[in-house]
């Protein structure tokens, strides 16, 4: 049975699947505004090869946040499932959060900004995206063997 304790964990996967569609709601909101928006094919108009550089990066932070989703969704059920303490899973799960929301900001905007050439974002990328989805499998592993069980 789940303790209350690991509702942030696990709700945090949704809002991770939020923050992963709002690079993405950036970049149709241009394509609809600029008249260029077609729902028979929606990636058509973001993707051609004169789009404004806000919308490519939108395209592309879009597209990170779900390369890494999964890791982090498998991260947080195999740290449920192998006992790891909910502190930990919340600190971690806040940490990506947290990541996440500094990723799309730096990458669709801030860093074309402030021009840092894209190495704010890949110290972001590591530090708080990556590196908790490393950690939850990592705590994971720790736990279940601690405790005799497989992963």
């Not at 969704?73 to 947290?98: D, E, F, K, M």
């Amino acid at each position: 049975m789940l303790s209350p304790d690991h509702a942030w964990p696990l709700q945090s996967v949704m809002v991770a699947m939020g923050l992963a569609m709002t690079p993405l709601v950036a970049s149709v909101g241009w394509a609809i505004r600029s008249g260029r928006f077609s729902n028979a094919l929606p990636r058509t108009s973001q993707t051609a090869a004169d789009v404004p550089p806000f919308v490519a990066r939108a395209r592309a932070a879009h597209a990170n946040n779900l390369e890494t989703l999964g890791l982090y969704a498998g991260g947080i059920a195999a740290g449920v499932a192998a006992g790891v303490s909910p502190a930990v899973l919340g600190r971690l799960a806040t940490q990506y959060i947290i990541g996440r929301v500094c990723y799309n900001v730096l990458y669709v905007g801030g860093e074309a900004w402030c021009g840092t050439g894209g190495y704010v974002r890949s110290a972001v990328y590591a530090g708080l995206c990556l590196g908790p989805c490393i950690r939850l499998w990592a705590a994971a592993a720790a736990t279940a063997a601690a405790a005799g069980k497989a992963v």
